[in-house]
């Protein structure tokens, strides 16, 4: 077996539980606005029963596609990863309909999956169909880090809740399904709490206890190492924040999930006019709400990924400080620095220093290691012309 080398170290999949609550169009998005910062980007289309991203990218469907690769006709995903219009966007096709691929078998799911991580790139974004299927899951949780995406309607949200709950029980049948006893037991989950869904950690965390107390803090430390992002779409900022609460709340009461959400992406009627040039749709008059608010979406999302070295980089930094609360927001920062980075008489300099060279202070919070929102502009992300 030739050796497959780890070449990304970030793949992102995108999935939603609910069909039409805008995965495709954001995985498209999502990859072209961080093509334009620079990073080298692959979307690949997991919709294995309804690939469309091809339409979505203006790209013909008449090319190489998962198809050649999951029936043998090549020997690498290499091989299928053709370019987009879109500098730095290359994209995987999963155009062309064949059984297997809609249900792919336990080995063809490993071996995409490994095949998936050893593409060079920087971000290798995943979009994934609807529904919960095991492969669906099985990417999703596979991923390093995975984008719920969902729409205000009480359908679509609780398919959200849902795909979270299948998706945090898949990963605790990977890991314990090996276990004698515990394995038996995370394997039917489903029915043992087939009346009350929302009381299944419990029980298992319970059980777990029973029958093998120093197995327990592991089945804490899948929860809480699994941290999707949510993203609502289709919803006016006034609007989300009553629904994150929700959302954010019960996954974490219930589950032990924390969800970090990365705010909320309009609903703009002219979208439907770009379906064969999404990428088109962010560069357009129509787009503009729509890419500012992506913009504060992706730059979260890097926040959260990368260190404030490169956040230096990726994100303009801070130069807009009007506003006296971004100045009380930066002099607690300040104050909250540790002592041993800091000591007293430095941050009353560092807060003084604000009312007149405020840049220079941001600077000096990112080389501290600080990483918040408010070092970097709202519509700050590095894009290349
Ligand atoms: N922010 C938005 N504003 C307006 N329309 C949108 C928005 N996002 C998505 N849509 C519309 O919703 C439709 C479905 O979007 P998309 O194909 O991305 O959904 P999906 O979740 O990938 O669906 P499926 O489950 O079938 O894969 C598209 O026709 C698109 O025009
Ligand atoms: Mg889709």
């Known amino acids: 077996m030739s050796e497959l080398q780890k070449k990304c170290s970030h793949i992102l999949a995108v999935a939603g539980g609910k069909g039409g609550v805008g995965k495709s169009i954001f995985s498209v998005t999502l990859s072209t606005t961080l093509a334009m910062m620079g990073y080298r980007v692959i979307v690949v289309d ?11 990218l203006g790209v013909m469907d008449r090319m190489p596609s ?15 990863v053709v370019k987009t219009p879109i500098a730095n966007l290359s994209f995987i096709s999963g155009a062309h309909y064949s ?4 249900n792919p078998a336990a080995e063809l799911k490993v071996k995409l999956i490994r095949h998936l991580y050893a593409l060079d790139a920087d971000f290798i974004v995943i979009d ?23 729409v205000p309607e009480p359908g679509a949200v609780m398919n959200a809740y849902r795909f979270i709950q299948g998706a945090l029980f898949r990963k ?10 515990i394995g038996a037991i995370v394997r039917d989950l489903g029915q043992a709490c087939a009346h009350d869904e929302s009381a299944m950690l419990s029980w298992f965390v319970n059980r777990v206890k029973e029958i093998d107390p120093e197995v327990f803090p592991l089945v804490q430390e899948v929860s809480s190492r699994f941290q999707p992002f949510l993203v609502l ?3 006016a900022h006034e609007q989300a924040q009553r629904l994150v609460s929700t959302l954010t709340g019960h996954c974490s009461n219930k589950y032990a999930v924390e969800i970090k959400y990365l705010g909320n992406l309009p609903d703009v009627k002219q979208l439907t006019s770009f379906l064969l040039d999404v990428p088109g749709f962010l560069k357009s008059t129509a787009g503009k709400a729509y890419f500012l608010s992506l913009k504060s979406v992706v730059r979260r999302f890097l926040i959260d990924l990368h260190d404030a070295n490169v956040l230096a980089e990726k994100l303009n930094i801070r130069k807009d400080f009007g506003d006296e609360k971004t100045l009380e927001t930066l ?25 007149f060279k405020p840049v220079e202070v941001v600077k000096f919070l990112l080389k501290k290691g600080v990483k918040e929102d408010i070092l970097f502009e709202s519509d700050s992300l590095n894009l290349k012309k």
């Open 46 to 56: 997991l919709d294995l029963g309804g690939a469309n991203l091809h339409t979505y």
């Open 99 to 102: 059984p297997a691929m809609s």
């Open 331 to 355: 002099s607690d920062i300040i104050d909250r620095l540790d002592g041993d980075i800091i000591n007293d008489a430095g941050k009353k300099l560092w807060k003084l220093r604000l009312f």
């Open 128 to 150: 994934l169909g609807a529904g919960m299927d095991l492969s669906t899951l099985d990417f999703f949780i596979f991923s390093d880090r995975g984008f719920l995406v969902t």
């Open 233 to 235: 779409n289709r919803i």
């Open 66 to 80: 998962l198809f050649h690769f999951i029936h043998k006709k090549v020997k690498s995903l290499n091989d299928i």
């Open 172 to 181: 605790m049948v990977t890991v314990f399904g090996q276990h004698k006893e």
